[in-house]
């Protein structure tokens, strides 16, 4: 079983500009959103994926993901997809010895940036930099598929 062990956060600061690493742009749209999980089509750069996800809310869940190809990618997105589509730029960010990918959203989210730690085991311990915010992985309204029916553009606190 393949497994995701994830952390989001908001910014502090912009500071992490100043330690990007790469920038990629990325589009993907939801055919599916359930209680029990999400499957999306996603494009970066010239690649693109299938990804399965159990809709579990935390630090760790199921997920599958299946590269196809890009024309298949982007006639899925725009035939079959859920609008608004998620577009964002992942910025990478190395710190410490983990890799931080900082999502800065577009489109009907922007003005979001959420960054997020994947971790190799359950528990592992990372050093959280001086520009890293508030921890959001238990809020719903953060997760990329809940972008889509609740985008940041619409939200009244924000």
Same mark, same amino acid.
């Given at each position: 079983?393949?497994v995701?062990?994830?952390?989001?956060? #908001?910014?502090?600061?912009?500071?992490?500009r100043?330690?990007?690493?790469?920038?990629?742009?990325?589009?993907?749209?939801? #055919?599916?959103?359930?209680?029990?999980?999400?499957?999306?089509?996603?494009?970066?750069? !010239?690649?693109?994926?299938? +990804?399965?996800?159990?809709?579990?809310?935390?630090?760790?869940?199921?997920?599958?993901?299946? /590269?196809?190809?890009c024309?298949?990618? +982007? /006639?899925?997105? /725009?035939? =079959?997809?859920?609008?608004?589509?998620? /577009?964002?730029?992942?910025?990478?960010?190395? +710190?410490?010895?983990? =890799?931080?990918?900082?999502?800065?959203?577009?489109?009907? +989210?922007?003005?979001?940036?959420?960054?997020?730690?994947?971790? !190799?085991?359950?528990?592992?311990?990372? &050093?959280?930099?001086?520009? #890293?915010?508030?921890?959001?992985?238990?809020? &719903?309204?953060?997760?990329?598929?809940? #972008?889509? $029916?609740?985008?940041?553009?619409?939200?009244?606190? $924000?």
């Amino acid at each position: 079983m393949a497994v995701e062990i994830e952390h989001k956060f #908001l910014l502090a600061n912009d500071e992490w500009r100043n330690h990007i690493q790469k920038s990629v742009y990325y589009k993907q749209g939801y #055919l599916s959103s359930q209680p029990t999980s999400s499957i999306r089509v996603r494009i970066a750069d !010239k690649q693109a994926w299938l +990804n399965i996800k159990s809709a579990v809310i935390g630090t760790h869940r199921q997920e599958y993901e299946y /590269e196809i190809p890009c024309a298949d990618a +982007n /006639e899925i997105i /725009e035939a =079959l997809c859920a609008k608004p589509l998620v /577009e964002k730029v992942r910025h990478f960010v190395s +710190n410490d010895k983990h =890799l931080w990918e900082i999502d800065e959203f577009e489109g009907d +989210n922007k003005g979001l940036i959420v960054a997020e730690i994947e971790l !190799k085991a359950i528990g592992e311990t990372f &050093l959280k930099p001086a520009w #890293l915010g508030a921890e959001v992985t238990h809020e &719903l309204r953060y997760y990329n598929n809940n #972008l889509v $029916k609740h985008p940041y553009s619409k939200w009244a606190n $924000k």
